[in-house]
């Protein structure tokens, strides 16, 4: 189940930066699959890469507000303290004080960080707690609404979403 739950992250993290090369002109959209990305449960070192990736992102298309909570987070990581991550510690409190200089994002966006929430795998996009979602039986992928009902999971394209079954089911 374990590493069930690590290749679902792993797969869903992969999607959306593919989802991300093909929207890479439409500044709303890329910042938020990049702030998406780096909300995927990956391994601290590929957390870094994510979180570079959508301060990066971010602070190019001048959403600071969002570039400012990803060098936060950044940051904090443990390994930022390692002398091999010493120049990326440095662009991270640049972007920090400029952005919190700055002070706002240029465009509305579907992402906040402080709102607890699940991705839904097949449109990238957040689902609320509280908000009505189905998941897949086998992987866990959630999916929000009955739109996948009845379908092949986008991430692990094994089981049906939305079917109760017996026999390995994540519960998560």
């Given at each position: 189940k374990e590493m069930l739950e690590i290749c679902r992250e792993y797969i869903t993290a992969i999607r959306i930066k593919s989802a991300m090369a093909?929207?890479?002109?439409?500044?709303?959209?890329?910042?938020?699959?990049?702030?998406?990305?780096?909300?995927?449960?990956?391994?601290?070192?590929?957390?870094?890469?994510?979180?570079?990736?959508?301060?990066?992102?971010?602070?190019?298309?001048k959403n600071y507000i969002a570039a400012a909570g990803f060098a936060r987070r950044l940051l904090e990581l443990p390994d930022m303290n390692s002398e091999r991550n010493a120049d990326l510690r440095v662009k991270a409190t640049k972007v920090l004080q400029k952005s919190e200089q700055m002070a706002r994002n240029e465009h509305e966006l579907a992402y906040d960080e402080s709102t607890?929430?699940?991705?839904?795998?097949?449109?990238?996009?957040?689902?609320?707690?509280?908000?009505?979602?189905?998941?897949?039986?086998?992987?866990?992928?959630?999916?929000?609404?009955?739109?996948?009902?009845?379908?092949?999971?986008?991430?692990?394209?094994?089981?049906?979403?939305?079917?109760?079954t017996i026999g390995l089911v994540t519960g998560s």
């Open positions: 093909d929207v890479a002109q439409d500044p709303v959209r890329s910042t938020e699959l990049a702030a998406y990305f780096s909300h995927c449960n990956l391994q601290p070192v590929h957390l870094l890469l994510a979180l570079r990736s959508a301060m990066g992102v971010a602070f190019k298309h607890s929430f699940t991705i839904d795998c097949e449109k990238f996009t957040a689902i609320k707690a509280g908000t009505v979602s189905i998941k897949c039986p086998y992987c866990g992928s959630n999916y929000e609404g009955d739109g996948m009902k009845n379908k092949v999971c986008r991430t692990c394209s094994f089981a049906t979403v939305g079917v109760q």
